[in-house]
C-alpha cells in the first residue's frame, strides 16, 4: 500500500505565488469597491436615486467579501499540522460559504426596500432622478465587469474558490448596475417606481449568486466525488501504467480544492513485493505530477485473479 501527501517543496513555491496572486487581486478590488461605493452612494442621494443607493450597499458588500476570500485562502494554504494533519483546504470553503451568507443577506435587504416603495403606491412623491445616477451606473458596469474577468482568471490559476465566489461577486454587481441603469432611465423617462423595481432586481441577482456559491462550497466539504469526466481521465491514466492488469477500484472525493484519490490495482500474482511495489509507486507519482489539483494518493496492490 503507498500513500504520501504532495511534495513539500513544490507546494511551498505554489503557496508563496498563490499569496502574492492573492494580495494583488484584494488590493485591486478593495480599492475598486471603496471607489465605486462612494461614488455611487454620493450619486444615489444627490441624484435622488434609490436603485443606486441600492447598488452603491451592494459594492460595499464586496469590500467585505474580499477580505474574507483572502483571509480564506490564507487559512486554506496552511500545511498540515497536528490538529489539521490533512491540511486547512476546506476553511476556503467555510469562507465561500460566509460570503454567501452576506449575499443573501444583502439581497434581501435592498429587495425589501424596494419591495416597500412599491407596495406603498404613492408614486407621484417620487423623485425622479438626476443624470449624475446614470454616470454613476455606467461606470459601475464598465468597472465591474473587468474587475470580474480580472479576479476570475486569477482564481483559476489559484484554484480558489473563494476568489471564483468573489469575482462572480463581482459580475452581480455589474449586472445590478445594468438594473440600476434601466431604472434611473424608465424613472426619468416618466416611470419613477421603476427605480424602486431596479432595487429589487439586483436583490434576484444577488440571491442567485448567493445560493451558487453556497451549494458549490457545500459540495466541496461533503466528499462528492469528481465528475464522470475527470474520473475517467485518472482511471485511462492509471490503466496505461505497466504492470496494472487491472483496476479493481477507484473512489474519489473533493477536498476544498484539492482531490484525494482512493485505487486498487491489480498486479501479477506471482511478483515480487518489491516489484509491486514500484508499480504502485509508479501509479501513485504519476498521478500526482499528472494531475495538478490531486493532493493525496492511496494505492493498494491485489493478486491478480484472472486468466493469463
Known amino acids: 500500500m503507498v500513500g504520501r501527501k504532495e511534495n513539500k517543496s513544490k507546494e511551498t513555491l505554489n503557496d508563496a505565488q498563490n499569496a502574492a496572486l492573492a494580495a494583488k487581486v484584494s488590493a485591486v478590488s478593495i480599492a475598486g469597491n471603496v471607489f465605486l461605493s462612494v461614488f455611487k452612494f454620493i450619486a444615489g442621494v444627490l441624484g435622488h436615486s434609490s436603485a443606486m443607493v441600492s447598488d452603491a450597499v451592494h459594492s460595499l458588500s464586496d469590500v467585505l467579501t474580499t477580505m474574507i476570500a483572502l483571509i480564506g485562502v490564507k487559512i486554506a494554504k496552511r500545511g498540515a499540522d497536528a490538529g489539521h494533519p490533512y491540511g486547512h483546504e476546506r476553511f476556503e470553503c467555510v469562507s465561500s460559504i460566509i460570503l454567501s451568507g452576506l449575499l443573501l443577506a444583502t439581497g434581501l435587504g435592498i429587495g425589501m426596500a424596494g419591495m416597500k416603495t412599491i407596495l406603498a403606491g404613492d408614486y407621484a412623491e417620487l423623485a425622479i432622478p438626476g ?122 472525493r473533493m477536498f476544498g480544492e484539492k482531490v484525494y484519490v482512493d485505487v486498487e490495482i491489480a498486479v501479477d500474482a506471482h511478483m515480487e513485493l518489491e516489484d509491486a511495489h514500484a508499480i504502485a509507486e509508479k501509479v501513485h507519482t504519476g498521478l500526482e505530477n499528472t494531475f495538478e489539483n490531486i493532493k493525496h494518493v492511496m494505492v493498494h496492490v491485489n493478486p491478480f485473479a484472472g486468466g493469463q
Open 131 to 252: 443624470v449624475l445616477p446614470l454616470a454613476a451606473a455606467a461606470l459601475s458596469i464598465i468597472s465591474k465587469e473587468a474587475m470580474f474577468w480580472y479576479t476570475r482568471s486569477c482564481a483559476q490559476k489559484m484554484h480558489s474558490s473563494a476568489f471564483m465566489a468573489d469575482a462572480w461577486h463581482h459580475r452581480s454587481d455589474a449586472l445590478s448596475s445594468v438594473g440600476s441603469l434601466i431604472g434611473v432611465v424608465g424613472a426619468r423617462a416618466g416611470l419613477p417606481v421603476l427605480d424602486s423595481a431596479a432595487s429589487v432586481v439586483i436583490c434576484l441577482f444577488i440571491l442567485k449568486v448567493a445560493v451558487d456559491i453556497f451549494r458549490d462550497a457545500v459540495r466541496k466539504l461533503t466528499d462528492t466525488a469528481c465528475d464522470e469526466d475527470y474520473t475517467e481521465q485518472v482511471r485511462a491514466f492509471i490503466a496505461r501504467q505497466d504492470g496494472v492488469r487491472q483496476i479493481d477500484l477507484l473512489q474519489t
